[in-house]
């Protein structure tokens, strides 16, 4: 789990890997769960935010 963190934290930042799609594969994971990793590996609060349908398509 926190290799996820650790990918989706320091991935975007080089300039090498923008514009590239990377699969990452393995145990299924939360979007809670990986909220967790990134503050892990950040040190900056992440949260998910759960809505319906009907929030979600109003965005």
Do not use: C, E, G
């Given at each position: 789990m926190?290799?996820?963190g650790a990918i989706l934290y320091y991935f975007p930042n080089l300039e090498e890997r923008k514009n590239?799609?990377?699969e990452l594969s393995g145990k299924p994971v939360s979007y809670d769960g990986l909220a967790?990793?990134?503050t892990a590996v950040t040190g900056k609060e992440e949260?998910?935010?759960h809505v319906d349908d009907?929030?979600?398509t109003g965005y």
């Open positions: 926190r290799f996820y590239k799609i990377y967790k990793t990134i949260t998910v935010q009907a929030t979600y």
